[in-house]
């Protein structure tokens, strides 16, 4: 199964600044990466998928990129409820699998 | 506005089978396809498999032949059963609803429940 590996661990921000959260397959998975937010007691929030298609009534801060084995998820301007866990998850290969988790956490 | 909501007992003892269920409210569970996916302490999250609209299932090859689902029209719900479950199978429970249209999967996840938390332990 393809694992991904999901840069950094914990990413420590102010409000208003900008994030940059990474996702590394072990191998292609085309264009079929999602993004999901994660707080705790909540349930997952589907962010991005297709690997830049922002989900239904996803802000426009939220935005993805990459193909192949390299992603990105970018919060352009952190709003205080942006902080939370995110993962990435693949559809190309069965079973589909997920990231490990990036926490972004206030600075 | 569609929830899912999980429930079953918190806690398994060891070699049991371990049953919860997903109730629908908001819209007919006959529309969409299901998963069934886990986050443990050990492993992450973890996709244990999907239960489509027609009653058809599927199943992570890590856990095929532990793993039952279903689903009830009738109640709108569906559930998931995991037998001879070990310590291992500790997890935080969510059921979720397929993105897909159609037929077929998507394997993304629109929708989620709270999630349950299950214990295995004697």
């Known amino acids: 199964e393809i694992v991904l590996t999901q840069s950094p661990a914990t990413l420590s921000l102010s409000p208003g600044e900008r994030a940059t959260l990474s996702c590394r397959a072990s191998q292609s998975v085309s264009s079929y990466l999602a993004w999901y937010q994660h707080k705790p007691g909540q349930a997952p929030r589907l962010l991005i998928y297709d690997a830049s298609n922002r989900a239904t009534g996803i802000p426009a801060r939220f935005s993805g990129s990459g193909s192949g084995t390299d992603f990105t998820l970018t919060i352009s301007s952190l709003e205080p409820e942006d902080f939370a866990v995110y993962y990435c998850?693949?559809?190309?290969?069965?079973?589909?699998?997920f990231g490990g988790g990036t926490k972004v956490e206030i600075k | 506005q569609m929830q899912l909501q999980e429930s079953g007992p918190g806690l398994v003892k060891p070699s049991e089978t371990l049953s919860l269920t997903c109730s629908v409210s908001?819209?007919?569970?006959?529309?969409?396809?299901w998963s069934w996916i886990r986050q443990s302490a050990g492993k992450g999250l973890e996709w244990i498999g999907p239960v489509y609209n027609t009653g058809s299932t599927n199943n992570n090859p890590s856990l095929r032949s532990r793993v039952t689902m279903s689903v009830d029209t009738s109640k709108n719900q569906f559930s998931l059963k995991l037998r001879s479950v070990t310590a291992a199978d500790t997890a935080v429970y969510y059921c979720?609803?397929?993105?897909?249209?159609?037929?077929?999967?998507?394997?993304?996840?629109?929708?989620w429940g709270q999630g349950t938390l299950v214990t295995v332990s004697s």
């Open positions: 998850q693949q559809r190309n290969n069965w079973p589909p699998t």
């Open positions: 979720a609803r397929d993105n897909g249209s159609g037929s077929g999967l998507s394997n993304y996840f629109d929708i």
């Open positions: 908001g819209d007919s569970i006959s529309r969409y396809h």
